[in-house]
C-alpha cells in the first residue's frame, strides 16, 4: 500500500541554524505534499503544502521542495526560533483525492 | 465558527465497554476524517467520509465503526474497546475543492 518515510525521527538545532526534514512517499500517482506542524497537546495545523506541478515554495522562513522524479520532498526552515519546537509531519495525498498518508513525525527541537 | 470540536477531551474505559466519539464542523465541509494518533506512528486514518452519505475505510478501521449523521457531525463508534485502542483521537475536515485538512482539538482515550 501506500506509504510515507520521514526523517530524521528528532532533530536538535542551534536557535538560527537551519532545520531539514526529508520525505519519501512510494505512490507516483501522489500530487499534493503538505506539511503539518504540532505543537505539545495541540492538534496538528498546516503550514505549508505543495502540488506536484511545482518543485518548490516558499513562505518566509519556510520552504519545500519536490522531486517528483526521486519521490522526494523536503521541509526547509531557516533561522530557526524556539518556537519552531514542534513535532513535523510530512504527508502525501495517495491513490484517492481523499486520503492523506501521513510519515510518522520529526520532533524538532531548537535550543535557544 | 468554532471550527472543528470533539467531545469527549478525555475519556477512560473499561475493555469491553463501547463509547461513541462525536466531531462536528461549522465550516460546511464536505469531507471529514477520524485519525488515531500514536507515539512515533504518525496520523493513521481510521474511516473518512468524503460527502454526506458516505463512508469509507481507511488503513486502521477494524473495531470501529462511524456515521455521518448528517453535514456537520461524523462520528466514531468504539463497540468493544479493548486496550489496543488506547490513543489520541482527532477528526478533521476538508473544504470542497481543497486539500487542506482542518482537525479538532482530539480526544485521549484510555482502555484499561
Known amino acids: 500500500g501506500e506509504n510515507v518515510e520521514q526523517h530524521p525521527s528528532t532533530l536538535s538545532v542551534q536557535e538560527g541554524d537551519s532545520a531539514v526534514i526529508k520525505c519519501t512517499y512510494s505512490?507516483?500517482?501522489?500530487?499534493?505534499f503538505p506539511w503539518y506542524k504540532q505543537e505539545l497537546g495541540k492538534r496538528p495545523q498546516l503550514i505549508i503544502d505543495?502540488?506536484?506541478?511545482?518543485g518548490e515554495k516558499k513562505d518566509q522562513r519556510i520552504a519545500v521542495t519536490l522531486n517528483k522524479t526521486a519521490k522526494h520532498f523536503s521541509l526547509h526552515i531557516t533561522e530557526t526560533q524556539p518556537e519552531d519546537s514542534a513535532v513535523y509531519f510530512c504527508?502525501?495525498?495517495?491513490?484517492?483525492?481523499?486520503?492523506?498518508?501521513f510519515g510518522s513525525g520529526t520532533r524538532l527541537l531548537v535550543r535557544p | 465558527n468554532a471550527g472543528v470540536t470533539q467531545t469527549p477531551k478525555f475519556q477512560v474505559l473499561k475493555t469491553g465497554q463501547s463509547m461513541t466519539l462525536q466531531c462536528a464542523q461549522d465550516?460546511?465541509?464536505?469531507?471529514m476524517y477520524w485519525y488515531r494518533q500514536d507515539p512515533g506512528m504518525g496520523l493513521r486514518l481510521i474511516y473518512y467520509?468524503?460527502?454526506?452519505?458516505?463512508?469509507d475505510k481507511g488503513e486502521v478501521p477494524n473495531g470501529y465503526n462511524v456515521s455521518r449523521l448528517n453535514k456537520r457531525e461524523f462520528s466514531l463508534r468504539l463497540e468493544s474497546a479493548a486496550p489496543s485502542q488506547t490513543s489520541v483521537y482527532f477528526c478533521?475536515?476538508?473544504?470542497?475543492?481543497?486539500?487542506?485538512?482542518?482537525f479538532g482539538p482530539g480526544t485521549r482515550l484510555t482502555v484499561t
Open positions: 504527508a502525501s495525498l495517495g491513490d484517492s483525492s481523499y486520503k492523506l498518508i
Open positions: 505512490d507516483s500517482a501522489s500530487n499534493y
Open positions: 505543495i502540488r506536484s506541478n511545482v
Open positions: 465550516m460546511n465541509h464536505n469531507s
Open positions: 467520509s468524503a460527502s454526506e452519505g458516505t463512508t
Open positions: 478533521a475536515s476538508v473544504m470542497a475543492g481543497s486539500y487542506e485538512q482542518y
